[in-house]
């Protein structure tokens, strides 16, 4: 979490300080491009992350790939994130970018239709049962607390043998 995480996220920070401070140079520009593309490819890295622990896991140095593949993501020498973008992921979003824009479009609608209705048929449930409920409620604070000691719970022939 340190090195995949913690290190890019306070180098992401850094970026964004120097490119308010000095407007958008082409440098700062540069350092900018290459965070969001390492935090995009972070994204899909850990949604796809648990389909390889679930089948892969038993590689030897598996969890060792993982580290450098992290690494050398935003690591400024390697560049690797910016070449996994440029050659792989830009191209497949693109190509889907349609398909994908109206997934989210109808799941926000579904999503929304759910909750809904969920709350509707909460509202109904109140509604229909709103004496069963304070009914309920009166009862349970009504009850008086139980006793110390235990005795309140020791059965009554328990106690006479």
């Not at 340190?2 to 850094?14: E, N, Q, S």
Request: charged share 10%; aromatic share 12%; glycine share 4%.
């Amino acid at each position: 979490m340190v090195l995949g995480c913690a290190v890019p996220a306070y180098l992401t920070h850094k970026a964004v300080s120097a490119a308010g401070q000095q407007g958008v140079s082409p440098a700062a520009s540069q350092q900018l491009r290459h965070w969001c593309i390492y935090w995009l490819l972070l994204g899909f890295f850990l949604c796809l992350e648990w389909l390889a622990d679930m089948s892969i896991f038993w590689m030897p140095l598996y969890y060792e790939a993982k580290l450098v593949l992290v690494v050398a993501m935003w690591h400024p020498r390697t560049h690797v994130a910016v070449t996994l973008y440029d050659s792989y992921v830009l191209p497949l979003l693109r190509q889907n970018e349609a398909n994908i824009d109206r997934f989210f479009v109808e799941s926000r609608a579904r999503v929304a239709d759910a909750v809904t209705s969920q709350v509707t048929a909460a509202q109904g449930y109140v509604q229909n049962n709103a004496g069963v409920i304070v009914q309920s409620l009166k009862s349970f604070s009504e009850k008086p607390p139980m006793a110390s000691g235990g005795s309140a719970s020791t059965p009554t022939h328990a106690k006479a043998q």
